[in-house]
């Protein structure tokens, strides 16, 4: 019997970062003046370390061999032909998935979670703070932070704090604190419960809550954590690619398309960013992120200056954006209900180099569950939104009659995420579409923003 999965040699995990700000350029940060923002002023925010890292435009960056270390305990990650989910959509498309889903928290995020938690501690940082949306994030940080000794609290997006009670019991037994968001900690969270007692919060507010509760610490022994978005988390996340890479090439195949949903950016960047510079330097290759359409971020929002979280305390990124102040449906993808996009992608949406996607809720989880009932393994909420995308290519390969490599990130398993499920299963799962109106409302809020420079990084 032929094997389905393609498994890498543990000598053979990458022991090298791919830093695409080698080969495309991006407009600054800006500060409170307008001005290019130095980095040395996110210093009471983030480690130096990682703020060097941030704006790094050296092509390859070491992983520290005490990060190897720990993310060894499941990497390197499988690739998988998923031969099953093929036979039931009767395509000729041949799909293969990274699965995330070994990690202990269930997702990619340590891929992340583990370097930061590590150059906190050599820093000489003791407490970090950060939000999560569905709770993978900060299952993930809670983790990590339990493997170099740091302590962790978590500013949990509400919805999804109410849906997904046991991401909060993950966290706790990794010695964690899960918070709900918007709390009455913070003057940012104070701030949104007057303004709305009920309102389902956003990964906006926890933001301002977490980065409150950081800079607030008269101690200096605090840092805040972002699970997406920013440079440096996206370079962590490319040990994704860089693996499936290596394994593509040791069966000789190459893809057609690469796939990934796309919240904020970090496991869509993980699997495609060193795809990404093939096709920069000429490789024929289709890549998509894929959004739900209740937070069309890439698909329908301009690309800004904005704020990356509600309060601003944050810098001004030049990103597609709904508006700092959007509080998106409260759709069970909860990664996926951010209101902005990493500066890195949306600099390559804007320039065509990448094609952003959207699925309805619905669609997404008719993909989850062929997929579960054929491969077996639940997949995450957010996972489905790019199962529902590859669906559809892999249908378009039928029609068309062409034999297409499909290669898409399987984000994280969905063992926690089960009130999704048992909604769509009984006929009660909404589906959710911003309305122009709604858009237009929220994206007011940047309009005296400054405008991002028109650059080509081809």
Known sequence: MKAKSVILPADQMPRQWYNILADIKLNPPLGPDGKPLQPEALAPVFPMNLIEQEVSSQRWIDIPEPVLDVLSIWRPGVLTRADRFEKALGTPARIYFKYEGASPPGSHKPNTAIPQAYYNKVFGIENITTETGAGQWGSALAFA????????????VRISFDQKPYRKAMMEAWGGQCIASPSTETRAGQAALDKDPDTPGSLGIAISEAVEAAVGDTSGKTRYSL??????????????GLEAQKQLAMINEYPDIIIGCAGGGSNFAGLAFPFIQDKINGKAIEIYPVEPKACPTLTRSPFVYDHGDTARYTPLLPMHSLGHAFVPAPIHAGGLRYHGMAPTVSQLAHEGIITPQSVSQVDAYKAGVLWARTEGVIPA??????????????????????EKVIVFSFSGHGLLDLTGYEKFLSGKL????LSDDDMAKSTAVFADFPKPQDLNSR
């Open 145 to 156: 932070c339990s493997q170099f000794g740091l302590n962790c609290k978590v500013f949990m």
């Open 430 to 433: 909404s589906d959710y579409e």
């Open 381 to 402: 909420p957010e996972t489905n939104n790019a199962l529902a995308q590859v669906v559809i290519e892999a249908q378009k390969a039928k029609e068309e009659g062409k």
């Open 227 to 240: 699970g997406s978005v920013l440079n440096h988390v996206m370079l962590h996340q490319t040990i994704i």
